[in-house]
Nanobody, 124 residues
Framework: QVQLVESGGGLVQTGGSLRLSCAASGRTFNSYAMGWFRQAPGKEREFVGAAIRWSTYYADSVKGRFTISRDNAKNTVYLQMNSLKREDTAVYYC???????????????????WGQGTQVTVSS
């Protein structure tokens, strides 16, 4: 069993930055794929990015602005968000799964473990 806890959300102005953290506990997650998703009001949960083994992948909408990193010693994965836009406003979730691959990483249903989410609000 893996427990995930996100932190770092908040209110930021357009063009600003935030760093989200996702702390994992319960078992070693070094070999797990870690995904970040977001969900805006009235919209479906959408893929933001993922860290699978030593590689990272991003949705086109955040590529070049968001960066995922992981600290296996701390069992923590981070989402650094720069040049934030109003359309980045959403609840952000981290997710983990030992079986997710590049081919399945964008599908929320492929992840067994989820955090509670953290709100990110970008204002103009």
């Amino acid at each position: 069993q893996v427990q995930l806890v996100e932190s770092g959300g908040g209110l930021v102005q357009t063009g600003g930055s935030l760093r989200l953290s996702c702390a994992a506990s319960g078992r070693t997650f070094n070999s797990y794929a870690m995904g970040w998703f977001r969900q805006a009001p009235g919209k479906e949960r959408e893929f933001v990015g993922a860290a699978i083994r030593w590689s990272t992948y991003y949705a086109d909408s955040v590529k070049g602005r968001f960066t995922i990193s992981r600290d296996n010693a701390k069992n923590t994965v981070y989402l650094q968000m720069n040049s934030l836009k109003r359309e980045d406003t959403a609840v952000y979730y981290c997710a983990a799964d030992p079986s997710v691959t590049i081919g399945t990483m964008t599908a929320p249903a492929e992840y067994d473990y989820w955090g509670q989410g953290t709100q990110v609000t970008v204002s103009s």
